[in-house]
Structures are given as structure tokens and as C-alpha cells.
């Protein structure tokens, strides 16, 4: 008789220097993946937790604009690379070692190579957390790094549109075959309050939090769309950084609680 083949086991090299590694993923860009990385990040540095944060998104990496980072990263054997501090956390990103618009040049086996040295070379140092900032996708470059690196929970940030949704069921779907735990959907930008007090669903409403259901996943809450909250990523201060007591920030903080329970 037949036996099924047992499912196939990835080997996962852990990333050295922190106790956990959380990845923020979306299907598409634009959808505000990496102003939701930092700020979670900040959120939960707010909770006590030593916190690295890893731009892996080669093709536009933000965190050097989000962190107003300006320095380059030192190595000091010319192998490894000592991350940069800013507000108390450890960073790094590919925009900080070359020019941001040479990764859109590059093919598949070089961005998976950068994502190597990102991973592998970096000497994060006492961390209770790394934030990965993800590229946006489901390509080969996603597949490597959940096949590869030993991830302790995945989040996906989506818009309520239907296009959206519709990508945001192959992330779950990748996640679930990868074996990499899903913490949850953040719902961003659906609702924007106005100088009123009127809120607006400006996508529509409800669809990842409906997503989230049909999937036996949690959905982690709404960030509305908010100028605050641009402002200070375009000023290099994230608000849960520099203004926890914001609004905005306490809805960060609030997810935060949600999955530190889930990976600590
Ligand atoms: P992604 O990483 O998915 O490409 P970004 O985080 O770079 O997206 O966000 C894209 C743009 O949208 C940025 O200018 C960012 O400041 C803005 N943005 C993201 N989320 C919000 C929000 N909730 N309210 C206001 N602006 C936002």
C-alpha cells in the first residue's frame, strides 16, 4: 500500500541576537506595511520590549525615511554589519547600504542573496523582538524568507478593497504551507475620521475583518487613515514613538498587548 509523503520540512536558520522575530506582511504595496512596522515596533517597545527592526523590503525600503536614518552601517571585519540605533531600537535596511533605486534592477537571486545578508550578518545584540518589514507579495523572494528564516508569527496589513482581499488570501494561504504562524489581519486606512466628527469608511467596510473570519484568524484592529500618523512618518518620529498618548497610538498599543500574549 501507498503512503502519503510526510510534509515537507523546511530547515529554518534562526535570526541570532533576538528572542523573537515578527514579520509584517501585505499582498500589495502601498497599503501602509511598513508605517504599521514601525509603529508597532515602537508600540511595543512601549510594553517593555528591546526591539530591532528589519527593512527586508529591498525593492522600497522605507525605514531609512521612516527612522530618518542617515548613517551608514559599520562593520567591523568587514563581514558582519552593526545595525544602527535609533529611540532605542536596532535597525536595518538595504537602503542603508546602497543606492534605494539599485534593488530595482535586481533578479530574483540577488534580492534573496541581500535577504541572506540581512538576515545572517547583522549582529542584533539583546533583543526581545525583531520587526520585519516585508516586501509586499507572495513572489519567490516572500517564499525564501518564510521557507528560510525561523519566524515566530506573521501579521498581514490589508485595505478593505476586494482586489486587496483577494492577495491577502494567497498570504494566508503561504504562511499556512510554510508552517509559519499567523497572529493576525490589521485592517488599515478603512476609516477616516473627519474635522466633523463623521467617521467615513472610504474602502467599504469590514472585508479583512471578514477575511480574517473566514480564515479562523484574528483580526487585530483598525488603523484609520489619519494625517498625524503620515506627518510623523514623513517627519521620521513614529507617533507611537514620539506621541504614545495619541489616538492613533493607543489603538497601536492596544494590537501590541493583542500579540505579545501570542509570541512572548
Ligand atoms: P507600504 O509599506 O505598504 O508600501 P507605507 O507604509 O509606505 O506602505 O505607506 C504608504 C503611504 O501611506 C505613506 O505615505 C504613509 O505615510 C501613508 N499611510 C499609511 N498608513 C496610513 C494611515 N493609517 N493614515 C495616513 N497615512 C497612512
Not at 484574528?218 to 521620521?236: C, H, K, T, V
Not at 492613533?248 to 505579545?260: D, R, T
Request: proline letters at 6%.
Amino acid at each position: 500500500m501507498s503512503q502519503k509523503p510526510p510534509p515537507k520540512q523546511f530547515t529554518k536558520a534562526p535570526i541570532t541576537g533576538t528572542k523573537s522575530v515578527i514579520m509584517i506582511s501585505s499582498a500589495k504595496g502601498g497599503v501602509g506595511k511598513s508605517t504599521i512596522a514601525v509603529n508597532l515596533a515602537f508600540a511595543l517597545q512601549k510594553l517593555g520590549l528591546k526591539i530591532g527592526i528589519l527593512d527586508a523590503d529591498v525593492y522600497g525600503p522605507s525605514l531609512p525615511k521612516l527612522l530618518n536614518l542617515k548613517e551608514k552601517p559599520k562593520s567591523e571585519d568587514n563581514k558582519s554589519i552593526i545595525p544602527l540605533e535609533k529611540f532605542g531600537a536596532q535597525c536595518m535596511s538595504m537602503g542603508l547600504l546602497i543606492d534605494e533605486q539599485t534593488p530595482m534592477m535586481w533578479r530574483g537571486p540577488m534580492v534573496i542573496s541581500a535577504i541572506k545578508t540581512m538576515t545572517q550578518k547583522v549582529l542584533w545584540k539583546d533583543r526581545d523582538v525583531i520587526i520585519i518589514d516585508m516586501p509586499p507579495g507572495t513572489g519567490d523572494t516572500q517564499l525564501t524568507f518564510v521557507q528560510e528564516i525561523k519566524i515566530d508569527g506573521a501579521i498581514i496589513v490589508s485595505t478593505p478593497q476586494d482586489l486587496a482581499l483577494l492577495d491577502v488570501k494567497r498570504g494566508i494561504q503561504m504562511f499556512e504551507k510554510t508552517g509559519v504562524k499567523i497572529l493576525g489581519l490589521i485592517d488599515n486606512m478603512s476609516i477616516f475620521k473627519g474635522n466633523d466628527g463623521q467617521e467615513y469608511k472610504i474602502f467599504g467596510e469590514g472585508g479583512v475583518k471578514k477575511t480574517a473570519k473566514e480564515f479562523n484568524k484574528d483580526f487585530l484592529g483598525y488603523i484609520p487613515l489619519n494625517q498625524d500618523l503620515r506627518i510623523s512618518a514623513d517627519n521620521g518620529e513614529p507617533l507611537t514613538c514620539s506621541k504614545p498618548d495619541h489616538e492613533i497610538s493607543k489603538i497601536f498599543l492596544s494590537i501590541a498587548e493583542k500579540i505579545k500574549l501570542s509570541f512572548q
